[in-house]
């Protein structure tokens, strides 16, 4: 299969999954069957020491969205050896804020479940590397944690839950990132009570700042988020709220690509990947599953999660498409 063109876009590069149509109708979706392009390395190829890599990033409001929706790109970019980030927006603390009922806060185990998540694909790699690190780092002023292990770096920033409907916890006074974005707070401020953000832009540069400092001197990059037109998927507040953070976070900086993941939506949509991705997504869900249950929480890797599994569906957003 030869790389298609998408109206915008360019050719994809060798990293990112083919969608299965030509069209370059860009309002409607186009989905992908089996597995991603082979890059030099192979499909489920090992990163010799010394190859090129290439950064892609993940920005996702909670710990196992990308698992769910984008597991498939996510574990060939990190088994092929590129620098792949994650960027949790929310704590996905469901109300809880710092506390919860297990061993340890839920937030937390959510958080220590995605770093399980990541570790499968990021064994893949044959390569050397530095001992992981779990720290504060200064982004913009505020302390933020950040993990790094292997080629994988993980920043949680542990805002607030939104709820699906955006409206908030009264736990969390009603904080989220929706009503932060209209103004309906004036504030929002991490559960940890660490830092907050008096204005949405501050929560935009934040991670604009993060994608250059990762970015590095790479020059095209790919930014994996929610699609944000309700049309198109009709979601959870924070999922829509992590699209549009992204795409206006990340416009400015100039070659970045944007792919714009369907969510909830796709269970009712055909399946459309095959057989090992498809282990591969369910054994990184596994993975965060098991650590909230050795934590005292529950599981979510229930009939109502494992229909997303089979399922990924993207469009790239068009480099002309009007910021949301």
């Known amino acids: 299969m030869t790389p298609c063109s998408i109206a915008g876009s360019g050719p994809l590069p060798a990293n990112r999954p083919e969608p299965c149509s030509q069209t370059t109708v860009l309002s409607s979706f186009q989905g992908f069957v089996g597995r991603a392009l082979a890059s030099a390395v192979g499909v489920f190829g090992i990163l010799a020491a010394g190859a090129a890599q290439s950064s892609v990033f993940y920005v996702v409001p909670h710990q196992d969205d990308w698992q769910l929706f984008m597991g498939q790109n996510a574990y060939d970019d990190a088994a092929a050896g590129n620098k792949v980030v994650f960027i949790y927006l929310t ?124 970015r590095g001197s790479q020059g095209e990059v790919w930014l994996n988020t929610h699609e944000y037109d309700t049309g198109l998927n009709p979601t959870h507040s924070d999922h829509r709220e992590a699209g549009i953070l992204c795409v206006r976070a990340g416009v400015s900086l100039g070659g970045v690509n944007f792919a714009l993941w369907q969510d909830y939506i796709t269970a009712e949509m055909p399946q459309n990947i095959g057989t090992r ?40 957003r068009g480099r002309n498409e009007l910021l949301p």
């Open 91 to 214: 704590a996905g603390d469901a109300g809880f804020r710092a506390g919860g009922y297990g061993s340890i806060p839920y937030y937390r185990a959510r958080e220590e479940g995605a770093k399980d998540s990541t570790r499968l694909p990021a064994a893949m790699v044959q390569q050397q590397f530095p001992a992981e690190k779990w720290e504060r780092v200064l982004v913009l002023g505020r302390r933020i944690m950040r993990w790094e292990n292997r080629n994988t770096v993980s920043y949680f920033l542990r805002l607030p839950d939104g709820a699906p409907n955006g409206a908030g916890f009264e736990s969390n006074f009603g904080q989220s990132l929706e009503r932060f974005r209209l103004g309906f707070v004036s504030t929002i401020q991490s559960v940890d009570g660490v830092f907050q953000f008096r204005r949405y832009r501050e929560l935009q540069d934040t991670i604009k700042e993060i994608i250059r400092v990762e």
């Open 277 to 316: 991705p498809l282990i591969h997504k369910a054994g990184m869900l596994g993975a965060l599953n098991a650590t909230l249950l050795r934590t005292g929480y529950w599981t979510t890797f229930e009939p109502g999660h494992q229909d997303w599994l089979p399922r990924n569906y993207f469009r790239i």
